[in-house]
């Protein structure tokens, strides 16, 4: 019988939760000396490393999980194509936005409207760095994401330093911080808050799990510290937190519910989440603090029972599950259209068309999460098993489960899983070798090798995955010319997808970005790229010229077709639009507007038109337009050999089985002098259909009249442009660049 509660004894010293501590020193007095031997020994067996070997093995992670991200800047090293200023460009979007904010805190620069991420905790870190650092801008936006999101590391090691499982943890972070998912999001490069978004909740994590297990008061401001931080690098991870803090609820009242302690640490998780001001609850926080150690013989269950209740309360009130409702209806409960807040207009909401919110075949997700589908079964068996050997574990099911919603609402989510499960997979393979191989050398060499097994998938993957820049060197090039043409006051109508880009490279105001282009938003802006050249620039100038009297005044701010109806006296979306077809009286203009169309928006027109080509009052899209687009593999005579299995002979088009008669056959090519030139051939004028040879760009586009008649088409393929409303300012084949003149 003392040998049973023996083996209870050494893994609850080991695993102990506050009040098991007490129990266990009684059952020890009990032991003969025997026993106890037996139990030094095995006490001994399982200390924890010495600090400096821990800090060694926290580092060779580290710098593992760098170097495998260096990969990526050696295979584009010598590629001129993808370099300015000397460096690499970075390959992310939303990248240019927060290099934006960054740029103009340094400067000084930033005009009202400008949208400018100036108060963006990643801007200020990288403004503060750039002083700091003897490294250019460049360098330091490029390489930032791999120093920064190889800290994943450091949360993975102190979790299993905390459990008393280092070797597993190394193995983990090993694995953790080259994951696939993981390393999309934190590459070289890849300069976005995602660079701390996973390594801070994980933090908070550790912090939870590290207070619970010391049991003592002076460690609670680490968890409301590291919750806080989290909570200001990226404010959608308030769900998350507040996930976390049910979760440590549920967890106290199963196995701890007479704990006081726990209590605590929910008291504080709690009123890190209240959606007051800072300083405020900072303020509030600390003189708690305080207020429990001095008063620490007099704090009841009860009153600290209350301190919950009230922050719970706090929360309600304030609006503290609003985010949580607001991301489970855009994730999960998404809808094809979305309203705006003071209209009865239904747009088209952009949720639907975002690739990282849409729902995942399993093989992709456990891929992203653990390199392949083997390694993610056995993490998940690792996973269970760490639950099972340490339910304190318990907390880290928000992280976890954040990562399986990925399934349903889209790839992203699959990072926050990424850790946990690293993790599961390191214990699992120190568990086994543990405890079913005897010598020594064999359990290194058995660990060693699953090692490899886990990580070489993921290696495969970071070879595999050769992003480009954002940008090439040729159209950064355009938009620095456009930055010493336009002023800072002009603005430049394009798809958000190229918003912070431009303004970053050419200084300038732009309608859309990738975090403004909500449905009502991006309606305008795709009605200015894909309507006939009239009505397009008629709405260009009442979206910017309305949009400046919204900064001005309160009221023309709302829906902006609603405040142009109201002032044209128009009763209907649909008369509105007749409206702008012909010449109108619009608003004094106030700056230039200049149209940025790359070639490379050819890869989403049909997207762009989603947003315009809809009925307003039900949501619902109008049929779409014809638009294929394809590359040349072979001419031969009069039949042309797309992709695709696409065919062009004669006078039609051979696709998927069905024959469609070509209406009129162009071909667009460059002269010597760079003038474009294009050839025209009416070939059955009952057909709608056109087809644009693209010679110098080895492409053919396929579409019906309405697409060919939008700006985008007739601007930048056809360069036939209304003089009475547009003039070229620069004509590149990749990128051109008109000026509105109304």
């Given at each position: 019988m003392q040998k049973r509660v023996l083996r209870v004894d050494i893994y609850n010293l080991?695993?102990?939760?506050?009040?098991?501590?007490?129990?266990?020193?009684?059952?020890?007095?009990?032991?003969?000396?025997?026993?106890?031997?037996?139990?030094?020994?095995?006490?001994?067996?399982?200390?924890?490393?010495?600090?400096?070997?821990?800090?060694?093995?926290?580092?060779?992670?580290?710098?593992?999980?760098?170097?495998?991200?260096?990969?990526?800047?050696?295979?584009?090293?010598?590629?001129d194509g993808f370099r300015w200023n000397g460096q690499l460009m970075i390959n992310t979007n939303d990248g240019y936005g927060y290099a934006e904010g960054a740029r103009d805190i340094l400067t000084g620069t930033h005009q009202k409207g400008d949208f400018s991420y100036i108060d963006t905790p990643l801007s200020k870190v990288t403004a503060i760095l750039a002083e700091t650092l003897p490294i250019s801008f460049e360098t330091l936006i490029l390489w930032l994401p791999a120093f920064f999101g190889s800290l994943i590391v450091l949360p993975i090691m102190l979790i299993a330093r905390t459990l008393n499982m280092e070797y597993g943890g190394f193995i983990g972070s090993l694995l953790g911080g080259v994951a696939w998912s993981y390393y999309n999001r934190t590459m070289v490069g890849y300069y976005d808050t995602d660079m701390l978004t996973i390594v801070l909740p994980t933090l908070t994590l550790w912090a939870t799990i590290f207070t619970i297990k010391m049991g003592k008061d002076r460690y609670l401001l680490l968890v409301s510290l590291f919750m806080a931080v989290s909570n200001w690098w990226y404010f959608q991870n308030y769900s998350l937190s507040l996930a976390m803090a049910v979760i440590l609820l549920i967890y106290t009242l199963i196995f701890h519910r007479r704990d006081i302690f726990l209590y605590k640490i929910l008291a504080f998780m709690l009123l890190s989440l209240a959606k007051v001001a800072i300083l405020i609850k900072a303020t509030i926080i600390v003189i708690l603090f305080f207020a429990l150690q001095i008063f620490r013989d007099r704090v009841s269950i009860k009153l600290v029972l209350s301190l919950v209740a009230i922050s719970f309360l706090v929360i309600l009130i304030t609006g503290g599950f609003d985010p949580v409702i607001a991301r489970v209806d855009a994730y999960i409960f998404r809808e094809g259209s979305s309203s705006s807040d003071d209209s009865s207009f239904r747009y088209y909401s952009v949720v639907n068309t975002v690739r990282e919110a849409g729902e995942i075949p399993f093989k992709i997700f456990a891929n992203r999460i653990s390199g392949d589908r083997v390694t993610f079964i056995v993490a998940l068996i690792g996973y269970l098993l760490l639950l099972f050997k340490n339910r304190v574990m318990l907390l880290s099911l928000p992280l976890v489960g954040l990562g399986f919603i990925a399934l349903n609402a889209g790839l992203r989510f699959t990072v926050y899983a990424v850790p946990i499960l690293a993790l599961s997979i390191g214990y699992l393979i120190i568990y086994i070798a543990d405890r079913y191989i005897k010598m020594a050398k064999f359990r290194v060499l058995f660990s060693a090798i699953a090692t490899i097994a886990i990580v070489t998938p993921n290696i495969i993957h970071v070879v595999d995955y050769r992003v480009p820049s954002v940008f090439t060197k040729d159209e950064v090039k355009v938009l620095d010319r456009l930055k010493n043409i336009a002023s800072r006051e002009d603005y430049v109508v394009a798809w958000w997808d190229y918003g912070y880009p431009i303004r970053y490279y050419s200084d300038v105001k732009t309608l859309v970005d990738g975090a403004r282009h909500s449905g009502n938003i991006n309606f305008p802006v795709s009605f200015s790229l894909l309507k006939n050249q009239q009505a397009s620039a008629n709405m260009a100038r009442l979206n910017v010229e309305y949009r400046e009297k919204s900064l001005r005044d309160v009221n023309y701010s709302g829906d902006f077709l609603k405040r142009v109806m109201r002032d044209y006296n128009v009763s209907s979306p649909t008369k509105l639009m007749s409206l702008l077809n012909s010449p109108m009286e619009l608003p004094e203009k106030s700056r230039d507007i200049y149209y940025y169309l790359p070639i490379k928006m050819l890869d989403i027109l049909p997207t762009i038109d989603l947003f315009s080509n809809i009925n307003l009052k039900t949501g619902k899209n109008y049929s779409s337009s014809i638009f294929i687009k394809a590359w040349i593999l072979d001419i031969k005579g009069s039949t042309i050999e797309l992709s695709n299995g696409i065919k062009i002979k004669g006078s039609y088009i051979y696709i998927n089985g069905r024959r469609l008669p070509i209406g009129e056959f162009i071909i667009t090519k460059y002269s010597k002098s760079g003038e474009l030139k294009s050839e025209r051939e009416v070939v059955n004028i009952a057909s709608n259909i056109k087809v644009i040879l693209m010679r110098d760009y080895h492409k053919v586009l396929i579409m019906d009249n309405r697409l060919f008649n939008s700006t985008y088409i007739q601007l930048f393929i056809m360069e036939n442009y209304d003089p009475n409303l547009f003039e070229p300012v620069i004509l590149t084949p990749i990128t051109k660049v008109y000026r509105l003149k109304i």
């Open positions: 080991f695993n102990y939760d506050g009040e098991d501590i007490e129990r266990v020193t009684k059952l020890n007095q009990k032991l003969d000396i025997i026993a106890l031997k037996k139990f030094l020994g095995k006490y001994m067996k399982n200390q924890r490393l010495p600090i400096k070997s821990f800090i060694l093995l926290t580092l060779l992670a580290y710098i593992f999980s760098i170097s495998v991200r260096t990969i990526w800047v050696y295979q584009f090293k010598d590629v």
